[in-house]
């Protein structure tokens, strides 16, 4: 994660984050990061066609 | 009864006494004052006190009850909300410089319903800023919210003003809201009782969002039928809130004395105790035990799912709150948040769309381990926090994230801190926060007893009978001097 391809790559959500920023937000990225690669190896084996949270029929 | 005792005891003990006129409702409301006077300079949990207007509240209060007109329990009790709230005719801040001259000039529902029982409100209580960043006084400056048991000590957040303002006896309950454990970390960093309700089940209307499909506002108090009452005033449907629930509202202090012979107690056998210090899960596992002794069964109950929970949660605070924010940004504010939602928001640039439905997704298979583990039992205990409450210079955002030893490894606070509570906001289930024990150090030690979907009335049936078979609840913070 070397600052300048962050630089970049935030430049793709309208607004670059200058080196300050995002030596700043770093660590929270870091830890979001990690727990996001966990997330990502969620594979369900069955189509579901729900994305929105619910429960019940409430 | 000497005005120096009301404060410490229950919300229905003082009910009783205002209601039999052995103490007035501008008593009690000054018995408050004198305490917020006294030690909130310490312990920093308050925004805006309404002092005028509450005493004005109190007076009427005194003159309705001495005509008759009693409204019920609540009626004369002095409570404070978190100033997430709206209120009417008061500054409703989000603990943040962005809306330090925000004068809202309704009542959020919640608000609305307690005052219409009577309640008097003292005043606006600290947070950390739009319930996710630094916990600042926007109109001060003063930070953080002291832990009344030790001023040196987090309160956790987000809804940090109103755990340190009831362990502290500065009102006799408070509201919270909580999205990813805002209710339940500061109720077990404060040694308090706290319910994230279900989610949909108490109206969010006039409460500022953090992430809408997350978000529960709930009481927090130091007694569990105090919370079960308030709860039940708060619960129930409201057109203005999309996703509140239309389903009746039982009533919570309904089973609070029927015991706990027969009920299931599970035990996480994955992912709680393992991130927990010993002391924590010793003191869960303990009070699972107590009430075995008193006929309730333990067994060890399996949620696979949530393995993805910190990720999901992740996902979700994250991004729904940058599309709120986006528009304060855009105006140029960004540099007027805290340090902490500044990094959070810019984090939050590099969480993908694929993520975030990634995280509603697995939401519906952890919603579904739920429901399994809950054919077999009728609740859940795991520890709330995890840990005993950190040092306050441990919350500030630093190029390192201070750890503890638990037997999963040498951990980061921020995770263990969110590990213990999503999972409850990922399902939506009812989650109740409550003492178990005291750390070698004196600090409250947590858990929470998730039940089903809808089911407070069980959790607090038994947490009613965890109280009543114990002393944690009557021990106080004497760090600020007896009340």
New interface residues.
Partial sequence: MADQN?IR??AL?G?P?SAE??R??????E???K????????D?DEE?P???????R? | MAAVDVVNVSMIEAGRLLRTKQVSPVELTQAYFSRIDSYNPKVNAFITVLREEALATAREAEKEIAAGKYRGPLHGIPIAVKDIFATNGHLTTCGSKILKDNMTHYDATAVARLRKAGCILLGKLTMSEFALGDDVNPLTGQRPTRNPWNLERSVSGSSSGSGAAVAASFCAAALGTDTGGSIRLPAGYCGIVGMKPT??RVSRYGVTPLAW?LDNAGPMSKFVEDNALLLGVIAGADAADDMC???PVPDYRAKLRAGVKGLRIGLPKNYFFEYSTADVADAVREAAHTLEKLGATVSEVDLPHL??T???E??II?GEPLAYHSKY?RQGKFDLYT??N???W??A???SSE?Y?????????M?RDFEKAYQQVDVIFAPSNGIEANLVQEDL?????PVRQVPAGSI?I??ILWRMPSPANL??VPAFAMPCGFSASGLPLGMQIMGR??EETTVYQVAAAYEGATEWHKRRPEFLGKA
């Fill in positions: 962050l790559a935030s959500s607004e984050l920023r995002v700043a937000m770093k660590p929270m990225l830890f979001t990061l727990h996001l690669e966990v997330l990502r190896e969620f369900p579901e729900t994305t929105i949270f619910r429960f019940g409430d | 989610y949909g499909s629930s239309t389903r393995k993805y910190v990720g999901a992740m996902a994250f940004i340090d902490l500044k990094a959070q810019d984090t640039r590099y969480i993520d439905i990634q995280a509603q997704r697995v939401r519906r298979y919603v955002l630093t190029d390192t994230v980061t921020w995770e399902a939506g979907h809808f």
